[in-house]
């Protein structure tokens, strides 16, 4: 995966995650979860601008070390988006992606 590419899912993903459907599913889920998913949304936006302003050179490195890592942590979010049927686990493996990403943006720096 390129670093263009990547940031292109994750921009993507960004999108999704303030889709109508994914805000319908959580409208009535407990506040805690609704306050997790607003800040790890913000936390993506975060690091998607961090990793954008990084040297691509210094990215594309680090990419060959995490990348396959992930690419299993956008299809895992991307296929609990699919479902929406256990927003709990959705927001699970969109905090261990977000932990793969905020690594990516530390290495790269």
Do not use: F, K
């Not at 319908?24 to 302003?53: C, D, F, K, M």
């Amino acid at each position: 995966m390129t670093p263009a590419e990547m940031l292109a899912e994750l921009r993507a993903l960004e999108a999704r995650l303030r889709s109508s459907e994914v805000q319908a599913a959580y409208r009535e889920r407990p506040l805690a979860e609704r306050r997790r998913l607003v800040a790890e949304r913000a936390e993506l936006s975060l690091l998607i601008a961090r990793l954008t302003t990084a040297g691509l050179g210094a990215l594309s490195a680090r990419l060959d070390e995490l990348g396959r890592d992930l690419t299993r942590g956008l299809a895992a979010v991307n296929g609990r988006l699919a479902r929406l049927d256990r927003p709990a686990a959705t927001l699970n493996a969109l905090a261990r992606l977000l932990g793969l990403l905020a690594r990516l943006a530390v290495l790269a720096g």
